[in-house]
C-alpha cells in the first residue's frame, strides 16, 4: 500500500542530504493531495458524505436478491465456477440471471447465499465474458423495461398509451387514490389523475 509523507517532510529531507536545488525546488511546486486515513473499519467503512462503500455494496446485493427473485426461472447461484474450482478458493458463490441480452453475474461470500432465493448448480454456466459494464443487460428482463413516458389520462379515466379504463378496473370506497401513472401499463403520465 502507497505511504505518504507530507511536503514539508520531505523537503528537510532533500535539506538535510544536500540535495541539487531543482530538485528541492520540484518537490516544493508539487500540487498538494488530501489524502484521508483508511477507517478502523477497513476500506469498505469509506464513506462519500452518505454512504458507505460496504453500505454501497450490501444494497446492490439485496437489489440483485430481489431481481433474482423475481425472476427465478432465469436465474441460479453455484459454490463453484465453469471449471469447478470454488469460487475465489472458497468462501464465496456466484450469483446469475440469463437475460434476453445475455448473463449478468455477482459474486457473494456464503454467508448471503440464502438470500438468493434461485436454482442450485453443481457448477455455474459458461461465463460469456461480461463485464460491469454490460450491468444494463439486466433491462432486458421482461418485467423491468424502462418506465414508458408520455402517457395522458383521457378524458380522466382512460390510459392514451394502452386504453385502459380506470372506471372499469378500480373499485375504491372513500379513499383518495393518487395515479400519476397507468395501474395496467405502468406508463408515466404526464398528467396526474386524482380520484375519488
Known sequence: MAEYIEREAVLQILSDRNAPWDGYNAVK????????????GGIGEVSDGYHTFNGLYYQRMVLFAALVKQNKD?????????DGELCFGGGWFIVGIDTPDGSYTYHYEDNFWSMFDCEELAVAPHWDGHTEKDVIRLLSLPDVQPVKHGGK????????????????DVTMSPMIVFFDYCPNCGAKMDSEKWMN
Open 29 to 40: 511546486i508539487l500540487p498538494a493531495a488530501d489524502v484521508l486515513p483508511i477507517p478502523d
Open 74 to 82: 432465469k436465474s441460479w447461484k453455484s459454490l463453484r465456477h465453469e
Open 153 to 168: 389520462w383521457v378524458n380522466d379515466i382512460q390510459c392514451s398509451n394502452c386504453g385502459w379504463y380506470m372506471e372499469d
